[in-house]
Structures are given as C-alpha cells and as structure tokens.
C-alpha cells in the first residue's frame, strides 16, 4: 500500500476492526497493568519507606568513610544525587561512595526533614518534603540547610533502597 492511498472497507468491516482493535488495546492495558493489592500504596510499604528515608537522615549525620550511606543505597549505575548548593549531579554508585566517603569537610551535618510526602507504586516510592537542619565546617562555618527534597526509593532484595536524592535551596 502506499502512503497516498486510502483504504475502504466494505459493509460494517471498519466497525467491526475498529471494535476488534478497541477490545486488544483493552486487553493488553489489562495484562500490563498490575491488578489488586499490588498497585495500591499499602500502609505497611509507606512505613517502610518512612523507615528507609530515617535510616538516610540518620546515615547523612554519621561522618564516617561512607559505610553508613552504603547500607541504605543502591548500588547502581544509575542512582543520582544532588545536594542543596551542588551545581552537578553524581551520577552512579561508583562516584557517589567517594562523596559519602569524603567528610573531611564537616564536623557536623545535623539534617532531617520535616515535613513529607510518601507515595508508593509498585517498587518504586518517591517523598517529597522539606529538610532542615545545620551543617558545620572545619573551619567553624555554620551552613544553614533549608531545602525542598525530593527522594526516590526502589525495592530491591526485600529492602527500599534510595536511588535518587534531590534537594534544592528554598527561595527565600
């Protein structure tokens, strides 16, 4: 056939493909879509979120050589962070350990978020929110955190892992 031809089809031919096609577009919807309980965000994976999203407020104030970030983390290729005053994103497992290892420039991170949003699909959950808090320097300086949070989780191996923090400054 080519482009510029048009096809009839005669008697009720055309309702009756178009009904045809309606019914497997429908059907297919049906076997893509995960049905029950699965596609409802349960209580119990929303606290277990909450609970991950804890366990990275708590590893961000541990100023270690990153092995309390390794726990809560995927360790992917394609985890993203960026902090409040970053300018890039890490991209990758395999770059972001070597920030969560570096905490020579803090003697305190003292951040938690205040306020959040958690919805879960399936394995993956997203919060939004606003955290708060202080982060000292070595040299005594007091960075004043106060940012709008966005952070992705994905169930893997029985866990929620985060795999992607994002956070930027608030306008003041």
Avoid at 45 to 54: E, G, I, Y
Avoid at 149 to 159: A, K, L, P, S
């Amino acid at each position: 056939m080519t482009p510029d031809r048009l096809v009839v089809f005669p008697g009720n031919t055309a309702a009756r493909l178009t009904r045809t096609l309606a019914a497997f577009a429908l059907i297919g919807l049906c076997v893509a879509m995960p049905s029950g309980p699965s596609t409802a965000q349960s209580t119990a994976d929303a606290t277990a979120v909450r609970a991950a999203s804890k366990a990275f407020y708590d590893a961000l104030a541990t100023l270690d050589d990153g092995k309390a970030m390794a726990t809560i983390w995927a360790k992917t290729p394609y985890v993203t962070y960026l902090n409040p005053s970053g300018s890039a994103i890490t991209l990758g497992w395999d770059a972001l350990q070597k920030i969560w290892a570096d905490n020579s420039r803090y003697t305190k991170r003292d951040v938690s978020l205040q306020s959040s949003y958690v919805h879960v699909v399936g394995n993956l959950a997203w919060e939004m929110g606003v955290e708060a808090g202080d982060v000292v320097l070595k040299d005594g300086t007091v960075r004043r955190i106060d940012a709008n949070v966005t952070n992705i989780y994905e169930y893997i191996d029985g866990r929620w892992l985060i795999v992607s923090h994002h956070a930027s400054q608030r306008p003041k």
